[in-house]
Structures are given as structure tokens and as C-alpha cells.
């Protein structure tokens, strides 16, 4: 709350300000927009850069200033005094308005981080423009939100959104995640979840994984398309995560049963079992899930669906970067010629299946066209092709197997492609496509990428950067009753 104190101005001295700010932007309006009509020699006088430059120097030296703003914090026991002029103010945040109404010296009460941005604040308000870097995104969005200047809240709030793969000494997305949360931005909510799930690995080598909360913690581990190396690569974060934060028994023991045991081999599983001290304290919750996961080991798949519902997350692969869930393909000058590579993956993540391989086709084309744009005889003139513009077509990714075997039998295979950008120097993933075995291709990949211009922001070094992961899933053929 902002405590009042201070004098009544004299209403001639305010109107009168006012009126001379009025005039001043009055005038300019009337040059930009004065009506010309029936005057070929039409001219736009434009002085707004004059015009912010006088309104600058208006708050730095305060003439004219009818109203002060005393900011005080408890990182200082000397007050922040701004002269301010109760027009610009009120005309960008209904709440200076209702301060400023009946008093004329207003003093205000601020946390250090949101005082020390108080004058940036303040030159938004006059200037309509300010520049911040990524520790003063959430103070600035919370001076924003507070004083109600909606238009500084919502810039602030797409910075935030655009910025997340930028590179900082301790991170930020994580800390943004949970300040969206708090302040119920779910726009930037999801924008801050996708990019975590997408670049795992990256995060879990970093400071900010510790500060990572429970429910956070848990968000991510329900998920399928988390990206990073392995499961084994997400269990010993999540371990390093428990004994730093040494939560209560059963949040921990949530925790470890998120794990997707199954999609470790068994050689790690009885490594983890011997070694893990996490594990060890916590053995009894997850003692059901890693007997689970060595009979699915043991057993053929097929024969293990028969008794066990393999439809559920816990024999679902995420998106792992190992070499035996699939290959990094970086096609150089995509915009020129279709490009094609074969890779293989391992049939499934049994150990049952860890011998057999599936070799996979996949073909890049720059410029398809869909049977729409295709050329077409004219009726107009004989034998005339309707012209087709290049940048009509559009990338085409298709993945198919170039065999078939009865082992796949019970096995369907879902297909990501992550695409790899370049952000701020790191190479980040963009985009993660999926399409089912029933399709060959993702329907809509790259739709709105421009791989013509060498600058494009999909192409690094003129190259794509992509990487395609095969997920084979179980599924049950037999039900034997139990």
C-alpha cells in the first residue's frame, strides 16, 4: 500500500501544466493528422522524436513538475525522489491517477528489486519505450502489473517469452516458470514448460536445476517428450535433485515412481540398486516398479503384454538422444536439392529385442508442392504450364522402414524430429514434430519456415540441424486373464 503524504497543489498550478501538455501534444497530433483533402501537395511534418526528447528532459530536470514520488526501500534509508508531472502519469496507469488525485506528494513503498528499476519505470511512463535485461524481467513486470500499465506488462511478458534461450550465468527460464505461475500468465507458463521439457539435458547440468520445485519436478517427469540422453541421464538428476532439496519421504517417493524404470537396461538397474543411496532409503516404494521393469527385460514382449497393460506411460520411451532411438541428420543448402539418409534403430527397449535392428529411410525435399500448386495445363493456351513459384512449395520430411519383419509384430513406432536452432551461440531445440506409424510424415513440417534466406533462423551455418527419434511402443495382441 502507498502511503499519502504531502499538500494539495494549487489547481492553477496543475491545470495549468496540464493545459501546456495538452497543447504540446495537441499540436504535434494536428501536424501528423491535419486534414489535406481536395491538396495534391500532401506533407506529414513529423516531430515525435522532438516531442520525446522534450518529455525527457522534462523528467530529468522537472520543470513544471506538479506532483513527487518518494520511493523507499529497505535496501536504502535514503527515499528515491522523483519530480513527475500528474498528466503523463495518469495518463498510462489508473493507479497514479487515483494516487495523484488529491495529493500532490505520494510516497511509495518498494522491494530493492523493484525500487532499483523504479526510474526505468518512470521513463516508460514518459517515453513509451525501455530496455531491461533478463534479471529485470520480473521486476519490471511486477512494477508493471502493480501500477496497472497493461501495455509494459504485456511487452515485458513477450521479452520473457522470447528470451528464454538466452544465456545466463545462473538461468532464468526456471525462476520465470514459477513467477508465471504465481502471477497466472499461462501463456508464459507453457511457453516456459515447453522449453525445459525440449532442452532437459541442457538444464539439468545447470544451477537453475536445483531450484526447480516439486511441482514442477513432477510436471516434467509426466511427461513423454522430454529430451535428453536417457532415463538413466533424468534418474541421476532426479537423485541429485533429492539430496540437495531432502524433501518428506512421500513427495520423494512420488518422485522416484515417475521414473520410467523399464527404459533402463537391466545392467544399470542392478547398478542403481547396489549403488544408489536415494534408492536404497526409498526402496519399498519403488520395489514393485523395479521388479516390473527387469521381467519386462526378461520376458519377450509379447509375452509380457499378455499379463501386463503396456498402453501405460511407464513403457513409453521419451525423446532420447542415444544413438540406438535414432540419428542427428544436418542437411547443408536445404534449399536447394532433396537429400535422403538411412539410419537404424534398435527394435524396441526390451532387452529381449536388443539385438535386432530396423533400418529406417529418410527423405528431405526443399520445395514440395502440394497437389493444389502443382502445374497444370491452362486452358487459355495450348500446352501453357500455369507458372509455379518456388517459394510456393514447402520442406517435406518423410520416414518410413526399409523392412518389414514379423517382429514387428505388437510393436508401432512413433517419429519426433527435433529441429535444432541457434540462440543467444547454443543450439537449442525450436520444434518437435510427431506423427504416428499410420503416417510417413508430419504433416505440417516447417510450414512456416523460409529456408530461401540464408539468415533464416532454422538454418545454422546454412545448415538444418535435425534430429529424428524412432519410439517403438508395445502394445497387447492377447489378454490371458489373470
Known amino acids: 500500500m502507498a502511503r499519502l503524504t504531502g499538500t494539495r497543489p494549487a489547481a492553477t498550478r496543475r491545470w495549468g501544466s496540464a493545459a501546456a501538455f495538452l497543447l504540446l501534444l495537441f499540436t504535434v497530433q494536428a501536424a501528423q493528422k491535419a486534414d489535406f483533402s481536395g491538396d495534391s501537395a500532401v506533407a506529414t511534418i513529423n516531430h515525435s522524436l522532438t516531442l520525446l526528447q522534450r518529455l525527457q528532459e522534462l523528467l530529468q530536470n522537472g520543470n513544471g513538475s506538479d506532483s513527487v514520488l518518494r520511493v523507499r ?72 502489473s502493480k501500477y496497472r ?36 500468465d ?3 507458463q507453457e511457453s516456459c514448460l515447453q522449453f525445459l521439457a525440449w532442452n532437459l539435458s541442457a538444464v539439468l547440468g545447470s544451477a537453475e536445476w536445483g531450484s526447480v520445485s516439486v511441482e514442477l519436478l ?35 517417493e512420488r518422485v522416484l515412481r515417475a521414473i520410467r524404470y523399464p527404459m533402463i537396461a537391466p545392467s544399470q538397474l542392478f547398478r542403481l540398486q547396489a549403488q544408489s543411496a536415494v534408492l536404497a532409503r526409498h526402496r519399498a516404494a519403488v520395489q514393485d516398479l523395479l521388479f516390473q521393469a527387469f521381467q519386462f527385460h526378461a520376458a519377450s514382449p509379447l509375452h509380457f503384454a499378455k499379463y501386463f497393460d503396456v498402453n501405460c506411460s511407464m513403457f513409453l520411451p521419451r525423446n532420447y538422444l542415444a544413438p540406438s532411438w535414432g540419428s542427428q541428420w544436418v542437411i547443408t543448402n536445404p534449399a536447394r536439392d532433396d537429400r535422403s539418409t538411412s539410419f537404424q534403430t534398435q527394435l524396441g527397449p526390451s532387452s529381449h529385442d536388443a539385438g ?18 502443382r502445374p497444370v495445363y491452362s486452358d487459355s493456351v495450348a500446352g501453357a504450364i500455369q507458372p509455379v513459384r518456388i517459394e510456393d512449395g514447402r520442406p517435406r520430411l518423410v520416414i518410413t522402414p526399409a523392412m518389414s519383419s514379423p517382429d514387428f509384430a505388437g510393436v508401432s513406432f512413433q517419429k519426433t524430429v527435433l529441429v535444432g536452432v541457434r540462440q543467444q551461440g547454443r543450439v537449442l531445440v525450436k520444434h518437435a514434430y510427431s506423427f504416428h506409424q499410420s503416417s510417413d510424415e508430419a504433416a505440417d513440417f516447417l510450414a512456416h519456415a523460409d529456408l530461401q534466406k540464408r539468415t533464416s533462423e532454422y538454418l545454422i551455418d546454412n545448415s538444418l540441424h535435425l534430429h529424428i527419434i524412432i519410439k517403438p511402443v508395445y502394445h497387447s495382441l492377447i489378454k490371458v486373464k489373470k
Not at 219 to 242: F, I, K, N, P, Q
Open 149 to 184: 500499465v497493461w501495455g509494459l506488462q504485456r511487452g515485458v511478458a513477450e521479452y520473457m517469452r522470447t528470451h528464454l534461450a538466452s544465456e545466463s550465468s545462473q538461468g532464468h527460464v526456471v525462476g520465470w516458470y514459477h513467477y508465471a505461475v504465481r502471477v497466472g
Open 186 to 188: 499461462a501463456a508464459l
Open 218 to 252: 513432477l510436471l516434467l517427469l509426466e511427461r513423454s517428450d522430454l529430451v535428453l540422453h536417457s532415463e538413466l541421464e533424468l534418474y541421476t538428476a532426479v537423485e541429485g535433485w533429492l539430496s540437495r532439496r531432502q524433501p518428506e519421504a512421500p513427495v520423494a
Open 73 to 144: 526501500s529497505a535496501a536504502s534509508d535514503e527515499p528515491k525522489v522523483f519530480h513527475t508531472h500528474q498528466l503523463l502519469l495518469s495518463l498510462q496507469s489508473e493507479v497514479f491517477e487515483s494516487l495523484l488525485r488529491n495529493q500532490s506528494v505520494v510516497t511509495l513503498y518498494e522491494p530493492p528489486e523493484t525500487a532499483a528499476l523504479f526510474e526505468k519505470f518512470i521513463r516508460y511512463l514518459y517515453c513509451g519505450g525501455v530496455s531491461i535485461l533478463l534479471h529485470q524481467a520480473i521486476p519490471m513486470h511486477q512494477l508493471a
Open 356 to 373: 535386432k535392428r530396423v533400418t529406417w529411410n529418410a527423405l528431405f525435399s526443399p520445395r514440395w508442392l502440394p497437389v493444389s500448386l
